[in-house]
Nanobody, 123 residues
């Protein structure tokens, strides 16, 4: 079992920045990747970014490339999502999730989810 707890959400004006953090516990993450997903009201949950724990390889959704950065801290067992140049359309509940690491250029479906943290970007 992997337990995931998100923090760092809040209200920010368009063009601002916010940093989300995901604290993982329960087992070694060496074979896992940590994803960030988001779900806006009335929309399906969508992939945002992922980072493979073993080597830090990251993949981003096209709409956040150049604005969001995902990173991991091995010592703290945390994964952060630094978000810059935020837009109203980034408003959503953001979830971190853990999945068995994918060896190629993609990602596996998550096995574990956090409870989510709200990000609201005002125009």
């Amino acid at each position: 079992q992997v337990q995931l707890v998100e923090s760092g959400g809040g209200l920010v004006q368009a063009g601002g920045s916010l940093r989300l953090s995901c604290a993982a516990s329960g087992r070694s993450l060496s074979n896992y990747a940590i994803h960030w997903f988001r779900q806006a009201p009335g929309k399906e949950r969508e992939f945002v970014a992922t980072i493979r724990w073993s080597d830090g390889r990251a993949i981003y959704q096209d709409s956040v490339k150049g604005r969001f950065t995902i990173s991991r801290d091995n010592a703290k067992n945390t994964v952060d999502l630094q978000m810059y140049s935020l837009k109203p359309e980034d408003t959503a509940v953001y979830y971190c999730a853990a999945a068995i690491a994918y060896s190629g250029n993609g990602y596996n479906s998550p096995d574990y989810w956090g409870q989510g943290t709200q990000v609201t970007v005002s125009s």
